[in-house]
T-cell receptor, first 114, second 112 residues
């Protein structure tokens, strides 16, 4: 069965500092990988996705993620965090064929300090 | 293009009642999935519908059911509500089955 681990429940970053959110997955084949962001009381907004090809993917709001097959990781990065980035971030893995079930990590809450 | 819409946004019910939630996918999307989000369990897959057929179901009791109409709109129903059913219910749509899912704002269900 597929699974996702986000080891950090909370992360606090100073505004303007760089950010890296960790995500490790377990899946039998090459997965589809996603990062979503959720603001309080809102649904999930897609930041970026990896299906195949270049292992460094660019997303919205200046985020990027790198797929590392050898480490089963898909970490999310941003070079300079803005106060508006404060939210909860979810990594998800999906099957690359057949069905569209997503398995999510528990999420990482990002706090941005002034 | 309009995003995924969910109605109602908020619901308050009492134990034992039943509830129906509605989801309208992005125009042209044929796959609709439902997820339950709670603080304790996180985001959990409920079921997926494609072409009016349930294609996949998560590990939830039979009190949770759903359906999809010919215009791809979907409803989910929860019967005999329990306190533990209080959650944010999220609907997601995608063009194909193994494809990017786009989420709606969710329906916040509170069971008293």
């Amino acid at each position: 069965a597929q699974s996702v681990t986000q080891p950090d429940i909370h992360i606090t970053v100073s505004e303007g500092a760089s950010l890296e959110l960790r995500c490790n997955y377990s899946y039998g084949a090459t997965p589809y990988l996603f990062w979503y962001v959720q603001s309080p009381g809102q649904g999930l907004q897609l930041l970026l996705k990896y299906f195949s090809g270049d292992t460094l993917v660019q997303g919205t709001k200046g985020f990027e993620a790198e797929f590392k097959r050898s480490q089963s990781s898909f970490n999310l990065r941003k070079p300079s965090v803005h106060w508006s980035d404060a939210a909860e971030y979810f990594c998800a893995v999906g099957a690359n064929s057949g069905y569209s079930t997503l398995t999510f990590g528990k999420g990482t809450m990002l706090l941005v300090s002034p | 293009k309009a995003g995924v819409t969910q109605t109602p946004r908020y619901l308050i019910k009492t134990r034992g009642q039943q509830v129906t939630l509605s989801c309208s996918p992005i125009s042209g999307h044929r796959s609709v999935s439902w997820y339950q989000q709670t603080p304790g369990q996180g985001l959990q897959f409920l079921f997926e519908y494609f072409s009016e057929t349930q294609r996949n179901k998560g590990n939830f009791p039979g009190r949770f059911s759903g359906r999809q109409f010919s215009n791809s709109r979907s409803e989910m129903n929860v019967s005999t509500l329990e306190l533990g059913d209080s959650a944010l219910y999220l609907c997601a749509s995608s063009f194909l089955r193994a494809d990017t899912q786009y989420f709606g704002p969710g329906t916040r269900l509170t069971v008293l």
